[in-house]
């Protein structure tokens, strides 16, 4: 299991440790990953995804997944997010 955000595409990030001497040490900035189950409500489903707290707190805000897939750009998306995405404009179509 990768560590990425499958709606944002929040990865990890590489970085120094900054002694008070001045050594530097390589280390790594993880994305604050957390398993949620997210309902659309154009699908009348559920979905289990890994994303950032980061991303919850947008979902959230924009008022749900299917809002928050709305507004994506499909760059940052995940396969399952763009399938997911893509459920969603069919439907709203049909």
Same mark, same amino acid.
């Given at each position: 299991?990768?560590r990425?955000? &499958? %709606? @944002? !595409? @929040?990865?990890?990030?590489? !970085? =120094? ?6 050594? +530097?040490? $390589?280390? #790594?900035? /993880?994305? =604050? %990953?957390?398993?949620? @189950?997210? #309902?659309?409500?154009? %699908?009348?489903? =559920?979905? #289990? ?8 707190r @947008?979902?959230?805000? /924009?008022g !749900? /997944?299917?809002?928050? %897939?709305? $507004?994506?750009? &499909?760059?940052? /998306?995940?396969? +399952?997010?763009?399938?997911?995405? #893509? ?8």
């Open positions: 299991m990768s990425e955000c &499958e %709606l @944002t !595409g @929040t990865k990890p990030m590489v !970085g =120094n440790i900054v002694s008070h001497s001045q050594i +530097k040490t $390589k280390r #790594r900035y /993880l994305p =604050n %990953l957390v398993q949620v @189950t997210l #309902r659309s409500e154009a %699908l009348d489903q =559920n979905f #289990r995804m890994r994303i950032a707290a980061k991303a919850l @947008t979902v959230d805000k /924009l !749900g /997944l299917d809002a928050f %897939l709305a $507004k994506a750009k &499909e760059e940052g /998306l995940s396969t +399952k997010a763009l399938k997911i995405k #893509r459920d969603i404009a069919k439907k709203a179509v049909a």
